[in-house]
């Protein structure tokens, strides 16, 4: 079981990383339309769903991570 | 392509989306693959044109992919060389079946090409579903569900010395002829480019065919799974068909999914990712069985079905694929909440014993 303070430090982790999260998908709404005109250039243009993806991945992967963690679900170790 | 193509977004769409990623994202993280089959439907039936549906859902299952192999690397459960070696031969695969279903959509239309794909789910899901079921049955019934021991015909690859083409895999810690792990990577990919789940074919070929353990083949998938989607992206967005709205809502649900999925895996005892992967597989070839009348009808190769009779099939047959996933969903939980309570009452039992 974790102690009082990894727990803590965990909850700060996923505030942190969930706050990161939003800002990213308000971005991601707010400007959808310059979004999807850019995806839909095709070609080179390729790169911006890929690179967007992988931001996303990592902000948003460490979110859900932290966010198990801190409600006490981890892994059995 | 113009913007056009993509469709208004809807809050209840996104909540729709955010939830089917996250239940496909949880199976994903527990046998490797999965959801996908369900997700490409779900979308198309918004409005989202097959081609952008398909794309976006390659777009968000390489990241997800990627967050759960990094998830489970962690948990000492994945072989990255393998997942290498038969990710770039399932990318070769994947280019083939595109090919291929193009092919026969050019010549016999959309109800050529969903009777290919309803067929390939109901034979392969028949052979491949029916094996992975009755073996999990039978490890149950020996009792023998702690440990599993390679098979006679992985035993026989691993002996099998092609010079020139051995490769050494820490999961089985053996050599293994890339002559073996090339057309099961290739099967793989062209399976994911038909009916958009590889692992169905992925995972057990890594148990039954290379000897990994249930654990290390689902976990390795997920590192297949990851190539061949970077490269499907990359080949569609390189066409403007990704709506990357779509691909961020999926993967905001599926990586909650994936995250609680992979956890689940440390929890339970190995036969139970067989037991998922082969319900889900029995689950869906039932749905894929029912539809086949339709498109036999649409093509003329049996008498016309009565369109309210189609509406019914094509209906019925969706809903069970959703079946199928919460059906995959609902083990993954019991069985986590279960693992996790005896875990927990057993180290509640320790502590007691060592404070006595």
């Not at chain 2, 208004?8 to 996250?22: A, C, D, R, S």
């Not at chain 2, 689940?264 to 990712?273: D, F, L, N, R």
Request: proline share 3%.
């Amino acid at each position: 079981m974790a102690s009082p303070s990894e727990s803590a430090a965990s909850h700060l982790k996923a505030i942190g990383w969930g706050v990161l999260s939003i800002a990213l998908y308000l971005l991601l709404f707010i400007y959808d339309k310059e979004v999807l005109e850019l995806s839909a250039k095709g070609k080179w243009y390729f790169v911006f769903p890929v690179v967007v993806a992988f931001l996303f991945s990592v902000v948003h992967g460490n979110f859900t991570g932290e966010f198990w963690r801190s409600l006490g679900i981890r892994a059995k170790r | 392509m113009d913007t056009l193509n993509f469709i208004q977004l809807e809050p209840l769409t996104g909540i729709y989306l955010f939830v089917v990623g996250f239940v496909g994202g949880l199976v994903s993280g527990f046998i490797g693959s999965g959801g996908a089959f369900v997700l490409t439907p779900a979308m198309m039936s918004l409005g989202v044109p097959g081609i952008v549906a398909v794309a976006s859902n390659m777009c968000h299952k390489f990241p997800k992919a990627l967050v759960g192999a990094m998830k489970r690397a962690k948990y000492g459960q994945v072989d990255v060389k393998m997942g290498l070696v038969l990710g770039i031969s399932a990318e070769a695969g994947v280019l083939l079946g595109a090919h291929y279903q193009e092919a026969i959509k050019r010549q016999f239309g959309d109800a050529g090409s969903n009777l290919y794909v309803s067929v390939a789910f109901v034979i392969i899901l028949g052979l491949v579903g029916s094996f992975v079921m009755r073996d999990t049955i039978k490890s149950y019934r020996s009792g023998v569900i702690e440990e599993e021991k390679p098979g006679k015909i992985a035993l026989w690859i691993q002996s099998v010395n092609i010079p020139g083409t051995m490769m050494y895999f820490p999961s089985i810690n053996a050599r293994i002829s890339v002559l073996f792990t090339i057309p099961l990577g290739f099967a793989t990919g062209l399976l994911a480019a038909t009916i958009a789940v590889g692992g169905f074919i992925g995972v057990p070929a890594q148990i039954y065919i290379l000897g990994l353990s249930s654990l290390m083949a689902s976990a390795t998938e997920l590192v297949i799974a990851f190539v061949m989607g970077i490269g499907g992206t990359i080949k569609f967005a390189w066409s403007g068909y990704v709506d990357i709205r779509l691909a961020m809502i999926i993967l905001a649900g599926s990586l909650f999914g994936i995250q609680l999925g992979a956890i689940g895996t440390t929890y339970v005892k190995p036969y139970m990712i067989k037991l998922v992967m082969g319900v889900i597989m029995m689950t869906v070839l039932i749905s894929r069985a029912i539809v086949i009348p339709v498109y036999l009808s649409q093509l003329d190769l049996i008498a016309p079905l009565a369109a309210n009779t189609q509406w019914w099939l094509k209906n019925v047959s969706f809903a069970i694929m959703l079946l199928a996933l919460a059906l995959g969903a609902g083990i993954i939980l019991t069985a986590l909440i279960k693992g996790r309570r005896e875990h927990l009452q057993q180290q509640s039992t320790q502590m007691a014993n060592a404070t006595a």
